[in-house]
């Protein structure tokens, strides 16, 4: 046997075994319970496309209802895809919408918008492998028109924001 054909032979063997290995690193796929009344469509008056949309590009990784598929639990995706929902959901949670006060919950909403838009939500990646995520243009059209009205109304959250929330708000980590 040559020296480069041991040397395919010895990586063969090893690589299903590292790969095996890895199963046994796989991160929490966390499940936070959440208080469904401060849910964004709980607090805020959706249209039906707007919730729709909301539901299929934005839910998995900006709320607590995300639905882990088989491959977030095979290592090396499933660092990737935790550490992706842990991300969205600390920048957006659509589950901890009656928690945010009237500014964070205007920058939000703000922010949809023109990342839709510029088709940086959802992730390229999400929207590959979950083609029913794609936001069509005239749901796009939707989605911002209903932003451009929630912040011209400044409507208030049916819930507000209990001390606890504030507190939880304040302590969380600027970027």
Same mark, same amino acid.
């Given at each position: 046997m040559t020296r480069a054909r041991r040397h395919m032979t010895s990586a063969l063997i090893a690589l299903p075994v590292i790969f095996v290995g890895l199963q046994f690193a796989n991160p929490e796929h966390p499940y936070p319970g959440s208080d469904e009344a401060l849910a964004i469509e709980r607090t805020e008056r959706l249209p039906a496309g707007v919730a729709r949309t909301l539901d299929l590009a934005c839910r998995d990784c900006h709320s607590h209802r995300t639905q882990w598929r088989w491959y977030?639990?095979?290592? #090396? /995706?499933s660092w990737w895809t935790v550490a992706h929902v842990n991300e969205g959901r600390a920048e957006l949670n659509f589950s901890e919408w009656g928690t945010y006060g009237r500014r964070a919950r205007e920058t $939000? *909403? $703000? %922010?949809? @918008? #023109? *990342?839709?838009?510029?088709? %940086?939500m959802p992730l390229r990646a999400y929207a590959i492998v979950h083609p029913e995520a794609r936001v069509s243009d005239s749901a796009l059209r939707q989605l911002c028109a209903w932003t451009q009205q929630a912040i011209a109304e400044g409507? #208030?959250?049916? /819930? %507000?924001?209990?001390?606890d929330a &504030? @507190? &939880?708000? $304040?302590a969380r980590p600027q970027r």
């Open positions: 977030t639990y095979v290592a #090396p /995706v $939000r *909403l $703000r %922010a949809i @918008c #023109p *990342l839709t838009e510029a088709h %940086a409507q #208030p959250s049916a /819930v %507000a924001p209990s001390a &504030r @507190c &939880r708000m $304040r």
